[in-house]
Every structure is written in C-alpha cells, then in structure tokens.
C-alpha cells in the first residue's frame, strides 16, 4: 500500500511539473524542465479535495434501493459538474499562484456559461487516453472472449503456462499504454488544456 501511494505521488509530481512546463510553452516562457513549481503544496490540497469528492460521487451508485441509487445518481452529476467547473484550478494555481479558495473561485467564474466547451474537451481527452489501453482491452478481449464469467472473488481461471505467458504478454501491453499516457497523451492533452485555460483568461480580459 505503500508503494501505491509513493507512485501515486510520483505521476503527480511528473504531471505538476509538465504542467508548469506546459503553461510556460503556450505563454512563450523559459522552460524549467525539472524544477518543483511554486503552488504545487497547494495544488495537492486541492488535488485531496477534489479527489475525496470524486469518491464521495460514487457512494450509492450500484445500490439495489431505487431511492437511494436515484440520489447518489444526482449527487454523482452535481459533484462531477462541480470538478468540471473548477478544472482549471492546476493551471491557476501554477500559473497565478494565489490562494486555494481564490483558484476555485477563478475556475468556477472562468468556465461560466462555457459548460458544453467543457464536456466536449473532457470527452476528447478521456478519448486520447483510453487509446493507448485499447491494445491491452483487445487482446485480453480477443485472449478470453467479451463474456468472462465473474465468480464471488474474482476470475475462476486455472493458472497454466500458457497463461502465463498470456499475462506477460498482456501486462507488456498495459505497461507500454501507461508509459505512452505519460510521455506523450498526458503532455498532449495538458497542452491542448493551457491553450483553452489562456484562451478563457484572454477572452475574460478583453
């Protein structure tokens, strides 16, 4: 558990630093490649809040109770347009580096009226990063077949050689995805993220 959590804290200081890289592209800046940008403190503050209200969302949702599932269901779409709302709070926080209640004060005014944008950015870039997995889902799909039968704790699968060799291969898959998520989709669609952020402040300014 441990170790999850060093590695969760690894690609959030990767993905802090190749924001602040990022904003300093589009603004046409010196780039620090490895410098630790001022606010990150910050932003993993608001990165625990937002993330324990993205699990909050979920509390429900398969609930056998109509009533029940009906509320988490409401709650899920008023939480998630909520952290849709203030999206852009890594950029300001890097960028400006005020207060964490200013940055989700300024995301929630600059995504005002602008919700549809929003969406259709979102569902673009969660497109971009499914897309270096599909090769792992399709052999795994094509290796097992789309209807694998769930027992009470998991797969009811006799270990063999052959599949082992069949997880080395899919797990070769899967590392190789995350690795193309990291250096080149995740950089991507953090560009095509800033370029919007400094679209919205220019069009605030005007």
């Not at 910050?42 to 509320?71: D, E, R, W």
């Not at 898959?173 to 679209?199: D, M, N, Q, T, W």
């Amino acid at each position: 558990m441990l170790g999850f959590y060093f590695l969760l804290g690894m690609i959030f200081l990767y993905t802090t630093i190749v924001t602040k890289n990022v904003l300093d592209i589009v603004y046409n800046r010196q780039v620090s490649w490895f410098k630790i940008p001022t606010g990150t403190f910050k932003l993993f503050l608001a990165t625990l809040f937002t993330g324990s209200l993205s699990s909050v969302s979920n509390i429900g949702v398969n609930n056998s109770n109509l009533v029940i599932f009906i509320v988490s269901l409401v709650l899920y779409f008023l939480i998630a347009y909520f952290l849709l709302r203030v999206s852009f709070i890594p950029q300001i926080l890097l960028e400006q580096q005020g207060s964490i209640t200013r940055a989700f004060n300024e995301s929630w005014n600059l995504t005002e009226n602008r919700s549809w944008l929003l969406i259709v950015s979102s569902l673009l870039q969660g497109v971009f990063f499914l897309l270096p997995l599909l090769p792992f889902f399709i052999f795994i799909a094509w290796q097992f077949g789309f209807n694998i039968m769930y027992r009470e704790f998991g797969f009811n699968i006799e270990v063999t050689p052959e599949l082992a060799v069949i997880a080395m291969y899919a797990l070769l898959l899967f590392v190789c995805g995350i690795v193309v998520e990291l250096y080149l989709v995740s950089p991507l669609c953090l560009l095509i993220r800033s370029h919007l952020f400094k679209a919205l402040v220019e069009s605030e300014n005007l």
